[in-house]
């Protein structure tokens, strides 16, 4: 047996697999990442399954897109073989002596690319078949479009490293990144002269044929080091060429045609890390572990100097440290005290008496109130809310948007309901002809997710010094402002104003209140962002008169009065609620210290707290002017369902389970805190005044439900879509016209 398979065993593709396993598995990590990704085994949260398996390039899916996916792998594939060659180039001596040495190294290193693209296809198949609903013909074109944009960036790889080696650049390139000289720079280690040759008998050819190995292992050392700087030298000056092209993508990342899909921007920046690993193991190798540690080091000391500024602001806002409100009790005590919280309480009850005129216009029966709180949720919840409240407006013949006075919540679903709000506020300005087209339905469902991991790969990581002016002030261009732009892009303008444009039509009660929240990381306050003075929402009722009250939320206008709060962008104030982490960047908020900001649903993913002590606080006021008042929840997951416990756990599940148990039941533990609080709505309005209805995003099959992250599928939006007419919502909906009927 050992006989049969040992040619097999000492054939060279075989041993060059084996070898990056023995001796160099940190490279792998790239390849393991790769094909956990289009598994669907790793980051499935963050939606990159999809980025890889139905890229999109200027907004849709096609054979370009696929094409330059392909392309894009094929320069990692290059970048995988240019630095193992470089790495293990001695140790396969023989090849130095053959003509296209180089080619032949990357025939014979091909088993994991080959095994990646044969893996990508299938799984792509599978994937636009069952996720994107596309047809035999389509899924082969696509394909086809990905296979050859490879082999097109191969092609064009292998002419230049066997083109004539003549131009300056070149040769100054080869002077400088002449391995020779930077070892000199590198403390002798005796560990770094132990390497080990590849024993192989036979390899494959560059016209694909296998062919023993007759020359012995002994060759001219000159002779070798020449062939083997030459390629080098070649390979370096690739890598340069790759780094230059993710920095020129970041630079222009304002230009749709020049942003290509994000896993192509990953894979290139997967490309020059893989380089970069390669060159630490080439040059330092025995004090690679100092370098890193060297790397690190300088990287945090340069951040902590802001020689590079790493923050995610909130744009449209002033950045001056001369005006900063100091961020601790005092000043809040100071800013959010008891005359502050009354005035504000008669402002909105002034709003109130404006909704309820503008309502009653024809009849002197009191009105019916509806406050709408809606979950996070990335673009399921968005999407999902905006197909709840566009359905059962159109119900209620525009009521709900008429008898609407607040609308809060998180995340995803703020982002839909915002986009609701401005739908129907333009609409009543005779702006647009219909809030019921269909249309908007999709430009809701348009994908968020690729602009943000774009710019994650090609300006975050590569470019942190990219700048934009924005209202005549200068600010970092990073994945933050790429979601506020793309945002604004999807929604055609009807998401891409300030505060203070829709500041006039709230206080005129033409629309409701929104209020965006956000997570305030420092201390878990909630950051309460909206145009109109808010104070009475940062302090529970009872805490009046206290010399110490508990300020549990900020009122962002009030707060940041001197930073012109009422410039900020709507779609900044959306991305504040809706940072996820890795995918949004934490805002940082002009304060002393800064206020780090992130996700809403850290601290209430419902939007439940905010209408609670909304109600509570105006609870003698509804009383006396409206004959109702309803709680409006839409929510992208089911209440109160109960998880499916493992029968078996694994050892990692024993280990890490209990750690993410917390995160995992987050929204369940807000859910049940949520059911106790509103047993309080019973003790301020008399019975039957105070009523809750539940929509909820139940799918089809409760194992395929749409992803938690910014980009949706056209399975996962039908699914959507066709939740409302789910049995438990349609009660909810008629339950809600019946009210407002």
């Known amino acids: 047996m050992r006989a049969r398979l040992q040619p097999f065993f000492r054939f060279l593709p075989v041993q060059l697999f084996l070898l990056h396993f023995r001796k160099y598995q940190m490279i792998l990590i790239f390849w393991f990442l790769l094909f956990a990704v289009v598994g669907a085994k790793a980051a499935t949260h963050f939606g990159a399954v999809s980025l890889f398996l139905s890229p999109e390039y200027l907004g849709k899916i096609s054979v370009l897109s696929f094409s330059l996916l392909g392309g894009a792998t094929a320069i990692f594939a290059m970048s995988w073989h240019i630095t193992t060659f470089i790495i293990h180039s001695k140790r396969v001596p023989f090849l130095g002596a053959t003509r296209h040495s180089f080619l032949k190294y990357c025939i014979n290193n091909s088993v994991i690319p080959l095994s990646y693209l044969i893996t990508y296809g299938i799984l792509a198949a599978r994937y636009l078949m069952i996720d994107e609903g596309a047809h035999t013909w389509t899924i082969i074109f696509l394909l086809s479009g990905f296979y050859l944009g490879y082999i097109f960036v191969l092609l064009l790889s292998f002419l230049y490293f066997f083109r004539a080696d003549r131009n300056i650049l070149k040769v100054v390139l080869g002077t400088i990144a002449n391995p020779s000289v930077i070892r000199e720079l590198i403390p002798y280690d005796t560990l770094d002269t132990e390497f080990e040759l590849v024993k192989a008998d036979s390899y494959l050819t560059h016209i694909f044929k296998v062919e023993k190995i007759k020359t012995p292992y002994e060759y001219n050392t000159r002779f070798l080091n020449t062939v083997l700087r030459r390629h080098h030298r070649n390979a370096i000056f690739a890598i340069f060429f790759a780094a230059a092209m993710l920095l020129i993508l970041g630079i222009f990342m304002d230009e749709p045609v020049l942003r290509i899909p994000a896993a192509a921007g990953f894979l290139?920046?997967?490309?020059?890390?893989?380089?970069?690993?390669?060159?630490?193991?080439?040059?330092l190798r025995s004090w690679e572990i100092i370098g890193w540690l060297f790397i690190f080091t300088l990287a945090g000391f340069m951040a902590k100097h802001r020689v590079f500024d790493l923050r995610s602001i909130a744009y449209g806002m002033k950045y001056d440290r001369a005006t900063a409100p100091v961020y601790d009790y005092v000043n809040l005590k100071n800013t959010f005290n008891d005359s502050a919280y009354q005035q504000d309480k008669r402002m909105e009850e002034a709003r109130l008496n404006r909704w309820k005129q503008r309502l009653n216009t024809d009849t002197e029966e009191k009105p019916k109130m509806v406050l709408i709180t809606t979950s996070g949720g990335g673009s399921r919840a968005s999407y999902w809310t905006f197909r709840c409240l566009q359905y059962a407006d159109s119900l209620t013949g525009g009521k709900l948007f008429r008898q609407n006075v607040m609308i809060s919540g998180a995340s995803g679903g703020m982002i839909g309901a915002a986009y609701w709000r401005s739908v129907h506020t333009q609409y009543l300005l005779g702006k647009i002809r219909t809030p019921y087209n269909p249309y908007y339905q999709d430009l809701v469902g348009k994908d968020l997710l690729n602009a943000v991991i774009f710019s994650l790969a090609c300006v975050d990581l590569v470019s942190?010094?990219?700048?934009?002016?924005?209202?005549?002030?200068?600010?970092?261009?990073?994945?933050?402002?790429?979601?506020?732009?793309?945002?604004?892009?999807?929604?055609?303008?009807?998401?891409?104003?300030?505060?203070?444009?829709?500041?006039?039509?709230?206080?005129?009660?033409?629309?409701?209140?929104?209020?965006?929240?956000?997570?305030?990381?420092?201390?878990?306050?909630?950051?309460?962002?909206s145009p109109q003075p808010i104070s009475y929402l940062t302090r529970s009722e009872s805490s009046l008169g206290k010399p110490n009250p508990i300020i549990d939320a900020v009122d962002y206008t009030r707060f940041f009065s001197r930073q012109d709060p009422l410039n900020l962008q709507i779609m900044s104030a959306l991305r504040m609620s809706a940072t996820f982490p890795i995918v949004l960047p934490v805002v940082k908020m002009p304060s002393a210290p800064e206020m780090d900001i992130m996700d809403a649903g850290l601290r209430d993913n419902f939007g439940m707290e905010s209408a609670v002590r909304y109600l509570s606080t105006f609870r003698d006021w509804i009383n006396e002017n409206t004959s109702e008042v309803i709680l409006l929840q839409i929510?992208?997951?089911?209440?109160?369902?109960?998880?499916?416990?493992?029968?078996?756990?694994?050892?990692?599940?024993?280990?890490?389970?209990?750690?993410?148990?917390?995160?995992?039941?987050?929204?369940?533990?807000?859910?049940?805190?949520?059911?106790?609080?509103?047993?309080?709505m019973n003790e301020d309005f008399p019975p039957g005044k105070f009523r809750k209805i539940t929509l909820q995003y139940i799918p089809a099959n409760k194992d395929k439900t749409a992803a938690l992250n910014f980009h949706l599928t056209s399975r996962e939006k039908n699914d959507l879509i066709l939740s409302v007419f789910n049995a438990d919502n349609q009660q909810g909906f008629m339950e809600l016209v019946k009210i407002l009927k």
């Open 464 to 529: 942190p010094f990219n700048k934009i002016t924005v209202a005549g002030r200068r600010y970092s261009k990073d994945r933050g402002y790429a979601f506020d732009k793309e945002l604004a892009s999807n929604s055609e303008g009807l998401l891409h104003y300030r505060l203070k444009d829709y500041q006039s039509y709230e206080a005129q009660a033409l629309a409701p209140l929104l209020l965006i929240n956000g997570t305030i990381i420092n201390d878990g306050r909630r950051l309460l962002i």
């Open 268 to 283: 290139i920046l997967f490309s020059i890390l893989l380089a970069a690993v390669g060159a630490f193991k080439y040059f």
């Open 635 to 680: 929510r992208d997951t089911r209440e109160y369902e109960p998880s499916e416990g493992e029968t078996e756990n694994s050892m990692s599940g024993m280990l890490f389970d209990p750690m993410f148990a917390i995160q995992k039941r987050w929204g369940a533990f807000q859910t049940y805190h949520q059911s106790y609080v509103e047993d309080f």
